[in-house]
């Protein structure tokens, strides 16, 4: 990790496209920065990105008795056939 110390309104440059420039010190121990950049270039607080990420992971997990709300939903429509995760597929396919 580079480490750089900067004075209010010093900017700091990563490639040509994207500078970085100290806004604000605040008192209690935060700065304002504003970052210029291409508009192809994210930028994301990590906390955010953490988030996100751990409500991906929550969202995709199936909670007990999910198969059976399924093949509810599923078997209640005509000519629909359901086949369970732990069913496999069948010889010859």
């Given at each position: 990790m580079?480490?750089?110390?900067r004075k209010l309104n010093e900017r700091i440059m990563i490639g040509d496209d994207i500078v970085?420039?100290?806004?604000?010190?605040?008192?209690d121990n935060?700065?304002?920065?504003?970052?210029?950049a291409p508009r192809?270039?994210?930028?994301?607080?990590?906390?955010?990105?953490?988030?996100?990420?751990e409500a991906n992971r929550s969202a995709a997990e199936a909670g007990e008795g999910a198969?059976?709300?399924?093949?509810?939903?599923f078997g209640a429509v005509p000519g629909s056939a359901v086949v369970s995760a732990s069913d496999g597929p069948s010889k010859g396919e």
């Open positions: 580079l480490v750089l110390t970085i420039t100290l806004i604000e010190v605040r008192g935060s700065v304002r920065i504003g970052i210029e192809g270039v994210k930028i994301q607080r990590e906390e955010i990105v953490i988030s996100v990420a198969e059976d709300v399924l093949k509810k939903l």
